[in-house]
């Protein structure tokens, strides 16, 4: 089986970016479909945190899904994905908010992993980090 990852990057701009430097000419159909994913749910989040007024400090998603065969071919099919969210906030304090605005990314407002859903399993995976320092 081949897996396919792409991870997307919020840049400065507040804008996503591939990771790396990678560009979408790069990719390959399957993996266009995963980079549309990232893409999709940090969008979301995005709309969702601003309604909370937390602003990111930064956040990296990626996308990872497992092919039916051993190289990408034009009828390989996804047998399942996993989304990885890293997303650093600059108060311990919206660690919290945070996470729950990604899970209802994850689970209810992103389109684009609902359609992933229709195709394979979608498992997740959260890491949500405060730059706050901790006074003992």
């Given at each position: 089986m081949?897996?396919?990852?792409?991870?997307?990057?919020?840049?400065?701009s507040?804008k996503?970016?591939l990771?790396?430097?990678?560009?979408?000419?790069?990719?390959?159909?399957?993996?266009?479909?995963?980079?549309?994913?990232a893409?999709?749910?940090?969008?979301?989040?995005?709309?969702?945190?601003?309604?909370?007024?937390?602003t990111?400090?930064?956040?990296?998603?990626?996308?990872e899904?497992?092919?039916?065969t051993?190289?990408?071919?034009?009828?390989?099919?996804?047998?399942?994905?996993?989304?990885?969210?890293n997303?650093?906030?600059?108060?311990?304090?919206?660690?919290?908010?945070?996470s729950?605005?990604?899970?209802?990314?994850?689970?209810?407002?992103?389109?684009?992993?609902?359609?992933?859903?229709?195709?394979?399993?979608?498992?997740?995976?959260?890491?949500?980090?405060?730059?706050?320092?901790?006074?003992?």
């Amino acid at each position: 089986m081949n897996t396919q990852k792409v991870t997307v990057e919020l840049a400065r701009s507040g804008k996503f970016r591939l990771d790396g430097s990678q560009k979408t000419d790069d990719l390959n159909p399957k993996a266009l479909m995963l980079c549309a994913a990232a893409k999709c749910a940090g969008l979301t989040l995005q709309g969702i945190l601003r309604k909370e007024k937390i602003t990111l400090k930064a956040l990296e998603i990626s996308v990872e899904g497992v092919l039916d065969t051993p190289e990408v071919q034009a009828g390989s099919r996804f047998r399942s994905f996993n989304v990885s969210y890293n997303a650093q906030c600059k108060a311990i304090a919206d660690q919290n908010a945070v996470s729950r605005a990604i899970a209802l990314t994850q689970d209810k407002y992103c389109g684009t992993i609902a359609m992933l859903r229709m195709i394979a399993p979608v498992a997740h995976e959260i890491s949500v980090v405060s730059t706050e320092s901790v006074r003992v």
